[in-house]
Every structure is written in C-alpha cells, then in structure tokens.
Nanobody, 124 residues
Framework: QVQLVESGGGLVQAGGSLRLACAGSGRSFSNYRMGWFRQAPGMEREFVIDISRDSTSTYSAESAKGRFTISRDDAKNMVYLQMNSLKPEDTAVYYC?????????????????WGKGTLVTVSS
C-alpha cells in the first residue's frame, strides 16, 4: 500500500516556475514507476511525465517537453515536478501517481495509486 500526498501548488504568473512535491508512504515506494498527471477544468485527466524506478529514464507528454522535469528521491519517498516557463494552459490540478508497470500503463491510465492533487493556477 502506498499513499501519495502532493504539495507545492499555487498561483504563479505566466513565464514563472513552480516545484511540486509528492510524498509517498510505504516501504515499497521504490518498486513503482512514478508519474504526474493533470486535469484542467472541464477536461479529462491527462498524463504529463513519469520516471523509472531507478531514475534512469523519463517520458514526457509533448506539452511538458523542454519545460517540465521529474525527479525522485527514494530515500525520502519523494517525487518532484519542476515546472518552468509556465503558461496559462498549464492551469490544472496536478496528481501524483504510481504504477507497478510501465509508461504504457500510465498512458492507459493503469495506475495503482493516486494522490488527491494540488492546484496550479497560471495567470496571464
């Protein structure tokens, strides 16, 4: 069992940066591929970015490439999302997620655990 709690959301101006954090509980945290999803108002939840168990590989949605970076610290059971050059269209609730599978599972929304989300608002 893994519980995920996101933090770091808030209001930021377009062009600014924000760093989200996800705290995980459970001794098996390192066994999961970790990722971030987001859900904008009136839209379906979408995949943003993920990171492998050993931190050697990441995969980003087109919308995140070149602007968002994911990292993890398994010693602290933490996952981070660094967001730079933010745009108003990045406004959404951001969710931390864990899967026992691969990126393909994330892309099919096959997620073992979800956090409750943190709101990011980007003003123009």
């Amino acid at each position: 069992q893994v519980q995920l709690v996101e933090s770091g959301g808030g209001l930021v101006q377009a062009g600014g940066s924000l760093r989200l954090a996800c705290a995980g509980s459970g001794r098996s945290f390192s066994n999961y591929r970790m990722g971030w999803f987001r859900q904008a108002p009136g839209m379906e939840r979408e995949f943003v970015i993920d990171i492998s168990r050993d931190s050697t590989s990441t995969y980003s949605a087109e919308s995140a490439k070149g602007r968002f970076t994911i990292s993890r610290d398994d010693a602290k059971n933490m996952v981070y999302l660094q967001m730079n050059s933010l745009k108003p269209e990045d406004t959404a609730v951001y969710y931390c997620a864990a899967t026992g599978g691969t990126t393909r599972d994330f892309l099919k929304n096959v997620v073992a655990y979800w956090g409750k989300g943190t709101l990011v608002t980007v003003s123009s």
